[in-house]
């Protein structure tokens, strides 16, 4: 497997404790988070290794230029669309999350416009970068911040005020049904590997795809969850935990580094997170925009011999999330990006099946 | 070719302008200068109002540079009022510059308060994301203005005495518990463990502070005061605080042992999903620190016995007289919660039975050495 594929699958991994993933898992915590968890790892690395398996018959390709060409186009172009949604909104959820707690805890002065513009605006120009500069920007910041990722880990781990009691009194709350809100919201760490859709054009070689491979995934999204999941209650108890809004900045917020540069570990957690948070995001969008591309190609729109549909098509994401986050209330965000969550299943199907057609028809 | 760049910087710049137009309408930021900084928030319970508080925020005063200033400066804002946020916005107009709370590392509780309205404004702490959840959390004996007002003459510039006090980073004694205040919030809405907090006084000319006592504090009843022997075993116990002075004697011998490390295991054992009795084993290493007598290496194992039985003997007052007021600042009750999957009756269950549970404490004191004199 490139490493590029374990990118995508890490760094949507990482990024989900600034998405709103933390919250629905801690908000469903007496009601099946356990099982529902557990559920999400075991299909989640199935999903990665059906999905990879499916692009390895298609190098070299992306899967709107292969729908475009072996499917009908009353078939290809909804699907387009409705992936297209779905990479939108998972970046949006990010942005927006991210932006209010940005506002929330480090500069609750400034206007929520001008920080969302100021975070737009730095997205806007890495979305319309080529893809494979995406690629290597996504190395140099997991190369940058993984490392400052882990320290964070283990001072979180390491911390002997972290109670394991509650810990363990979580999960004794195994004995529930598990609740599929919690599922997607878990589901959401594999989301990554589908950047695929797009990526695939850069990668002509077949991937690696075997028992190892799975164990690392699989293993890593358990670590991630597990982490995402127990380590708030760990600091903040189990029978208020739902109360948080940010239950992870929270967190955060009570590790104290007794002989740091900077006590309060909240901002070297809340900038290195950014930093994760931002290339996920790009990631997201750059897929969206493409797939945009793909659908609306306006030949006619060009200005010295450059297409313009791209930066239009920026210039909408733009102004849909200044418009959201200036509307959107921190309840509507949570209840909209459950929904969200809540319809991965969906979105993994279509893709699945869009794939598999593509293979029959491309091999008929 | 040389036109055609021409226009495109034009454009350019017109955009440039256009877009910072945008950002000039309003600067959100306020300077550093019209910033001050909030070091500690007090609250007692108001004199004139019923029901109300009394806050008070001690505000640090910058100085020129540390090394020509005299001393802290402070200044002190006090107002009272029904609730905490809305005494706050008032007194933000005491004062010319924005109270910054970023830096607030000490919150001090008158200890009436902590009876029956500790939710009511531990809420706005939390709530409000600028206050750290690192900050300290203390009861104050009397009056918290008072222990906020006090400013010793061993404090420098650009430091607070008080905050000195708690997380081992100035002063490091056993006796002194330190809470956070997510961990006080965190032990005191949990079922099945009690948040203790460090109880602050003042000498009586107000110049120096004194905390070797701490308060359990349980939602709905009268908090607990721990002599300052219990709060040295609670913090040994709990914590692995080690340090000075853990006094044994027997019939004509006095020792006096200096803790390196203690080590707490315990387990709560049961019979049929009913909790019979808790058991502790307690390990600590140290040596000896002063004793009345000469003493014999020889003998350590003999001195061994002697402070294995008078630590069990105070190990076991503490928790008996913790228990007997139903108090759990160890959180066994949480520890009986992890021992079955979730029932709703298990937290009831273990409230009847906790106050009469048996305890069995085994103490193993192992002795290094007898200092450099024998």
């Given at each position: 497997m ?10 949507t ?12 898992l ?12 557990i ?56 942005l927006?999350t991210?932006v ?12 929520i ?6 975070f737009v ?12 500069s995406?690629l290597y920007?996504a190395?140099i ?49 594999f ?11 850069l ?19 358990m ?21 948080f ?11 104290r ?12 957690f809340?900038l ?22 793909s ?11 450059k ?27 949570f ?8 319809s ?21 | ?39 500690g ?45 809305e ?9 010319d ?9 000490i ?23 600028d206050?750290?959840?690192?900050a ?5 004996k ?16 650009v430091s ?8 081992g ?15 006080f919030?965190?032990n005191m809405?949990s079922d ?18 004194i ?10 009843s ?22 000075f ?17 203690i ?5 709560i ?24 007598k000469?003493l ?19 190990i076991e007052?503490?928790?008996?007289t913790v228990?007997e007021?139903?108090?759990?600042p160890?959180?066994f009750?949480?520890r009986?919660?992890?021992m079955?999957?979730y ?28 200092g450099?004199?024998?």
């Open positions: 490139s490493r590029f594929l374990y990118y995508f699958i890490f760094l991994m990482f990024s989900n404790i600034i998405a709103s993933v933390p919250k629905i801690l908000f469903e915590s007496k009601k099946g988070a356990i099982p529902s968890m559920a999400a790892v075991i299909i989640g690395t199935l999903l990665v290794y059906i999905i990879v398996k499916l692009f390895d018959a298609i190098p070299g390709k992306s899967l709107p230029e292969m729908l475009k060409i072996h499917t009908p186009k009353w078939f290809a172009y909804p699907v387009l669309f409705y992936l297209f949604l779905c990479w939108f909104t998972a970046g949006l959820i990010t927006i991210y209010f707690l940005f506002i929330t805890f480090f500069s609750p002065e400034t206007s416009v001008n920080t969302t513009f100021a605006l730095v997205i806007s120009f890495g979305v319309l970068m080529k893809s494979r995406m920007m190395e910041v997991i190369v940058l911040f993984v490392p400052l990722i882990f320290f964070l880990l283990i001072k979180f781990f390491a911390n002997p005020k972290l109670d394991w009691d509650f810990i363990e009194i979580s999960m004794m709350h195994a004995n529930h049904l598990p609740s599929y809100s919690a599922f997607g919201a878990a589901l959401y760490i989301v990554g590997i589908t950047n695929l859709v797009i990526f695939n054009k990668f002509t070689k077949k991937h690696k795809m075997g028992w190892k491979q799975l164990l690392i995934i699989g293993f890593t999204g670590v991630v969850l597990f982490t995402t999941y127990f380590v708030p209650i760990g600091y903040n108890g189990f029978e208020q935990i739902e109360d809004t940010f239950p992870w900045v929270s967190t955060s917020d009570s590790i580094m007794k002989y740091g540069l900077i006590e309060r570990v909240i901002f070297i809340i290195s997170f950014l930093g994760i948070a931002f290339v996920s995001l790009l990631l997201h969008w750059h897929v969206a925009l493409k797939i945009l591309e659908i609306f190609e306006f030949k006619r729109l060009k200005w010295k011999g297409m313009l549909a791209p930066y239009i098509f920026v210039i909408i994401f733009v102004v849909i999330s200044l418009v959201l986050t200036r509307k959107l209330t921190q309840y509507q965000l209840v909209f990006s459950s929904y969200f969550y809540e991965l299943p969906i979105f993994f199907t279509v893709l699945i099946i869009s794939l598999v057609i593509v293979k029959r028809r491309a091999k008929l | 070719m040389k036109q055609r760049f021409r226009n495109y910087k034009v454009i350019v710049v017109v955009a440039i302008y256009f877009s910072s137009v945008s950002i000039l309408a309003g600067c959100g930021f306020k300077d550093i200068d019209k910033r001050v900084f909030v070091t928030i007090g609250i007692d319970p108001a004199e004139k109002l019923e029901g109300g508080y009394k806050i008070t925020l001690k505000l640090s005063l910058p100085v020129a540079s540390i090394k020509s200033s005299t001393g802290p400066n402070y200044e002190y804002l006090v107002y009272e009022g029904e609730t905490l946020a005494s706050i916005r008032i007194l933000e107009t005491h004062t510059k924005v109270l910054e709370f970023g830096h607030a590392k919150i001090v509780i008158n200890e009436d308060l902590l009876e029956d309205n500790v939710k009511d404004f531990m809420d706005y702490f939390i709530r409000r994301s206050i750290q959840l690192i300290w959390v203390a009861a104050a009397t009056s918290a203005e008072s222990i906020l007002r006090v400013e010793p003459a061993a404090e420098s510039a607070s005495t008080l905050v000195n006090f708690f997380g980073s100035g002063s490091d004694s056993p006796f002194i518990v330190s809470t956070f205040l997510y961990e919030r965190r809405l099945g463990i009690d948040a203790v907090l460090p109880l602050v006084d003042a000498t009586e000319d107000k110049k120096e502070l905390v070797n006592q701490s308060l359990v504090v349980k939602e709905k009268k908090p607990f005061e721990l002599s300052s022997e219990q709060s040295k075993y609670y913090n040994s116990l709990l914590n692995g605080m080690n340090g002075s853990y006094k044994a004697e027997s019939e004509d011998l006095t020792l006096v042992i200096n803790m390196e490390k080590k707490v295991k315990y387990k054992l049961t019979n049929k999903g009913k909790p019979t009795s808790i058991k502790m084993n307690v390990k600590m290493i140290g040596i000896i620190g002063q004793s009345n000469n014999s290496l020889k003998d350590l194992n003999k001195y061994d016995k002697i402070a294995s039985e008078a630590m069990k003997g105070e007052d503490f928790l008996t228990q007021k139903n108090l759990d160890m959180g009750g949480l009986y919660r992890t079955m999957l029932d709703k009756n298990t937290n009831s269950e273990w409230q009847n039975v906790y106050p009469t549970l048996p305890l069995e404490v085994s103490v193993n004191v192992s002795l290094k050495g007898t450099s004199i024998e």
